[in-house]
């Protein structure tokens, strides 16, 4: 029943180390190893057991969540690669993104100010569609061009689409009542 | 060296051995306890065959309490000591209460959680809810005519870790053995995904007395997971009612009413809402206590109209747990119907309206929970069948932080995040030479943390002076199964350790809760407890015995301040052990073990450094 917990989140769950990914797979292999440690299956044991499994399933949950999003998986895989969070983080936005951030950032402002859900919805689709195209470029350089300055560069980029997304998402809710 | 037993996980020790579990369902307005007999769970019944037990409490004076059904009466001849409703006061301030105007009681405006003046003294919600929670386990111990292993509580999805915090106690203080908090509609959702052997996408709507859940579940072969989960804790049937009063006090023309007329005409105000569900108008007639008369006419129409606003404010919910599921209305397969105030007409149709299909509404809205509870209960004491195997994934509701610079919320876990979780974040100090720290952890999705709920402070005391900005404060955040959040902090640049643990204090401390318990066990004197009280001193005299043991032989691995802190707990427990106060004992035990875990692993450490010195690695 115990879980290996030097392993990487990857082959914990059985699963070949890239970023492209079988989320159905991944699901799986999660439910499959929450149903031996979650705490729920310990809770008839003494303390101490309850307690190990307790680590593991914590362990399990920490790498699923950064496995089934793609911004994480792909920073994970940096990690992985001897990148520092630090050179990850490392603000040095390209010009010609700088200028999509600001554009991006006042077309959200205005909808949320003219409590606009329809184009606050269109933008978020938009932003989708948007997301998608920078996940695959991001599969391209990490799976195939191992180019992990490029890909640093994409994830930041992918960073703040997720940022935006949230932003968008918090409009929309404080326009639901 | 005594051999141990090993069991499977998921088994018990000895299989044949069916444990006594229940699961229980602390509503509003009505509680229920079930439990699994020959695989099927059940609710169990009063002696009049009655599941459901009001949840009204009421005080007499003169001593004694009356519950349930017997409680029914002393709602309108005793209002201020009859208290209903009290599930909408767990965990809750005075200022988070809605229509506390209309209220009878005598509250008292302390810090913290509210109370209530009843004519045996100043009661809190905790303890209100633990004398239904008792009567619950009576009931159930009579019924099953055995010793119960434990008990699978519910809450609503939405409660905040005060309000279940809160719900704990009060389990406690009941006597259970509490195995799991359990969210209402995931229970839910288990009694109805077994019974249908369902898989796919669903929704569960659960609009109880006093509180609101929306919860978005995915089921695949036997795994609940929670998707999302979102809700209201004030908003519920008890609502609607309140509508429908607040419209009969305008329509009437009577002066305001005495505390007696008030709940009078509130249970009026929910029959008439009840039998609307029926008939399309239903005559309000009443004569007061004043000498006044109502003679109104309610139309359904005009109840609808009059309650609107309160179906809309559902949808609220809906939409946010669908958006961060990722989903529309269209993905999700079934919307399963929970609480009794989902049986009003309107709410039906609203909820068909949104989903684009007809809700389903074959398990009984009332019992569901309960059985849902139950289910869980027998699982978690090891009950299960060989093919029986299911697995819960919950989730957690609102978000939590910690206060940072310009009362800003920083999120350390995010909302819907499944459990158990743990997420660590660094801080360091901002001046030169700074020795303590000091953490405020707030639960909910505002930016500001006065939006937020306040759980807890704490401060970190024994950083070594260093520079600015060297200090690496690690605060780690864990929830566990139950969505309750512990949180510890430590300084790791040095190596010196300074670490806490704070439970979030909105709730009870121990120390009130073993207060409380002596004072209920002053009057129950048993049997079981008798017994409890000998395994917990067998257990108290092993521990000292370790302790003295382990002191005598690396005493010195331990600073003078955390020898200090071992000896105090011991003599508390030396002189605990031959006294009769099992929880206090257990309480006592507890401290002591968590008290010496860091020493335990130094001095695993240190035979292992002592093992390996002097030889190579050859030598290995």
């Not at chain 2, 093919?387 to 909302?415: A, C, F, Q, Y």
């Amino acid at each position: 029943m115990s879980v290996d917990l030097s392993l990487d989140y990857f082959s914990l769950f059985g699963l070949p180390c890239r970023f492209r990914l079988d989320e159905t797979a991944l699901d799986r292999a999660w439910h499959a190893l929450q149903t031996e440690t979650h705490p729920d299956c310990h809770a008839h044991l003494p303390e101490n057991a309850q307690r190990a499994a307790m680590q593991e399933a914590l362990r399990i949950n920490e790498a699923y969540i950064t496995l089934k999003k793609s911004v994480t998986r792909a920073r994970y895989l940096l990690e992985l690669a001897g990148m520092s969070p630090d050179a990850i983080n490392e603000n040095v936005v390209a010009p010609e993104y700088l200028f999509e951030q600001l554009e991006w950032r006042e077309a959200v402002q205005e909808a949320r100010e003219a409590n606009d859900v329809d184009t606050l919805e269109q933008l978020a689709l938009r932003l989708q569609i948007q997301m998608a195209g920078v996940v695959t470029q991001l599969a391209g350089q990490l799976d195939e061009q191992r180019d992990l300055e490029a890909a640093a560069d994409t994830v930041r980029r992918l960073m703040f689409l997720d940022k935006l997304r949230l932003g968008i998402d918090n409009a929309l809710a404080a326009l639901d009542d | 060296m005594s051999l141990l037993q090993i069991a499977e996980p998921g088994q018990s020790a000895a299989p044949h051995k069916h444990r006594l579990a229940i699961g229980i369902d602390l509503g509003t307005t009505n509680s229920l306890v079930a439990t699994v007999r020959n695989g099927i769970a059940v609710c169990l019944t009063d002696e009049q065959g009655r599941a459901l037990m009001p949840s009204v409490v009421h005080y007499r004076d003169g001593g004694g309490i009356e519950l349930g059904f017997d409680a029914m009466n002393a709602r309108v001849s005793d209002p201020r000591n009859t208290i209903v409703s009290v599930k909408r006061f767990m965990g809750r301030g005075l200022a988070d209460v809605t229509h506390i105007e209309a209220m009878p009681y005598v509250f008292e405006g302390i810090p913290g959680m509210l109370r209530l003046r009843t004519v045996q003294g100043s009661k809190s919600p905790v303890e209100i809810s633990a004398e239904l929670l008792r009567a619950l386990r009576e009931r159930a111990e009579a019924s099953l005519g055995g010793e119960l292993t434990g008990a699978v509580v519910t809450v609503p999805a939405y409660f905040d870790d005060a309000q279940r915090q809160a719900t704990r106690d009060a389990a406690r203080l009941a006597g259970l053995h509490v195995l799991r908090l359990l969210n209402e509609p995931t229970a839910a959702a288990v009694a109805y995904g077994l019974d249908n052997a369902s898989e796919g996408v669903y929704a569960v709507f659960d609009l109880g007395g006093g509180t609101f859940d929306l919860s978005i579940l995915k089921l695949t072969r036997g795994v609940f997971e929670v998707l999302s989960t979102n809700g209201d804790t004030s908003l519920g049937g008890d609502d609607f009612d309140h509508r429908l009063y607040c419209w009969v006090l305008d329509n009437a023309r009577i002066a305001p009413p005495s505390a007696e007329d008030a709940r009078r005409l509130q249970m009026a105000a929910r029959a008439v809402k009840e039998l609307l569900t029926v008939s399309e108008e239903t005559p309000f007639r009443l004569r007061l206590d004043s000498g006044e008369e109502v003679d109104l006419t309610v139309t359904r129409a005009a109840f609808f109209e009059m309650t609107r606003p309160l179906v809309q404010k559902t949808l609220t919910p809906v939409k946010r747990a669908l958006r961060d599921a990722r989903l529309s209305p269209r993905d999700i397969k079934g919307v399963v119907m929970v609480g009794g105030a989902t049986r009003m007409p309107h709410i039906q149709r609203a909820v068909a309206e949104y989903f684009g299909q007809e809700p389903l509404t074959n398990l009984d809205p009332d019992k569901v929970v309960a059985l849902g509870a139950a289910m869980q209960a027998n699982a978690l004491v090891g009950n299960r069948r060989e093919n029986d195997h299911w697995l819960l994934l919950d989730v957690i509701p609102l978000s939590l932080g910690l206060e940072t610079m310009g009362g800003l919320s920083e999120k350390i876990i995010p909302r819907n995040a499944t459990l158990p979780v743990a997420r660590a974040q660094e801080f360091t100090t901002f001046k030169d030479g700074q020795t303590a720290m000091s953490f405020h952890v707030v639960q909910g999705e505002r930016e500001l943390v006065a939006d937020c709920r306040s759980l807890a402070r704490f401060e970190l005391r024994g950083i070594p002076p260093m520079a600015a900005g060297v200090a690496r404060i690690r605060v780690i955040f864990q929830v566990d199964a139950d969505g309750l959040l512990s949180v510890s902090a430590r300084e790791t640049s040095t190596g010196v350790e300074a670490s806490i643990h704070v439970k979030p204090s909105y709730g009870l401390t121990d120390d009130e809760i073993a207060g409380m318990l002596r004072s209920s066990l002053e009057h129950a004197g048993d049997d079981l407890t008798a017994r409890a009280l000998r395994e917990q001193q067998v257990e108290a005299e092993r521990l000292l015995e370790a302790c003295t043991q382990a002191l005598a032989a690396d005493g010195e691995l331990l600073d003078e301040a955390e020898r200090a802190a071992i000896d105090a707990l011991i003599a508390r427990l030396r002189q605990l052990a031959p006294g009769n106060d099992a929880t206090a004992l257990s309480d006592g035990i507890a401290a002591l073990s968590r008290a010496t875990e860091s020493f335990a692993t130094r001095r695993m450490n240190r035979a292992l450094s002592t093992a390996l010195t002097g030889h190579n690695i050859d030598e290995l």
